[in-house]
């Protein structure tokens, strides 16, 4: 019998690497530590019902202090998203004004001072927000290893807030919290 099981595992073999590459094309490779300390910035894909990682290869560096206006905000973000860092209590952010005020300058300020620190963003696409449990997921099994080495900002542009808003629930459920907690540092 222990021969027909491994003539049998012997021709499953190569079926098996198919579909794992397969998959992989679909989901892209599991992401780990070093997947974190290679890139910075990740946008959250989704597709066919399975969400992944893709790295952002060249992220638009800005500067904090390039922003004029708007000193006290930078500030206040700057002192949450230090506490994020620092594994310290911290709040969930919203950053609201006209189109051109600097929140997605903001954010990318924040990673060009903290990137070194370990911060990672990653974009989220507002039609994605129903893969907000996955996007949780996939960062907290990456980061099981190293769990005080890297803080995420997950960052959705452009959001707008109606009940009937696709992911307005899954939203609302991550940040107000459910039964399964939220990954530490996200």
Same mark, same amino acid.
């Given at each position: ?8 595992? +012997? ?7 198919? =579909? ?13 530590? @070093?997947?974190?300390?290679?890139? +910075? ?17 060249? =992220? ?35 950053? +609201? ?9 903001a954010v ?13 963003? =990653?974009? =989220? ?23 005080d080495r ?14 009937? @808003? ?12 459910g039964i @399964? ?6």
């Amino acid at each position: 019998m222990s021969d027909l099981l491994e003539r049998l595992a +012997h021709r499953l073999d190569p079926i098996l690497d198919r =579909v794992d590459r397969l998959l992989a094309q679909f989901v892209g490779a599991a992401p780990g530590p @070093e997947t974190f300390e290679r890139w +910075h910035a990740f946008r959250w894909r989704s597709g066919r019902g399975v969400g992944r990682l893709e790295p952002i290869e060249t =992220v638009a560096a800005f500067e904090l202090d390039s922003l004029i206006g708007v000193e006290r905000a930078v500030e206040a973000l700057d002192r949450n998203t230090r506490q994020l860092i620092a594994g310290l209590p911290y709040n969930d952010v919203l950053l +609201h004004g006209e189109r051109g005020t600097g929140k997605s300058s903001a954010v990318r300020g924040l990673l060009s001072r903290y990137a070194d620190r370990g911060l990672r963003i =990653v974009e =989220v696409d507002r039609n994605d927000l129903a893969e907000l449990p996955q996007l949780l997921a996939t960062l907290r099994d990456g980061t099981r290893s190293l769990p005080d080495r890297y803080s995420f900002l997950v960052f959705c542009d452009d959001l707008s807030f109606g009940s009937s @808003e696709l992911g307005f629930r899954e939203l609302k459920a991550a940040l107000e919290g459910g039964i @399964e907690a939220r990954p530490a540092r996200v």
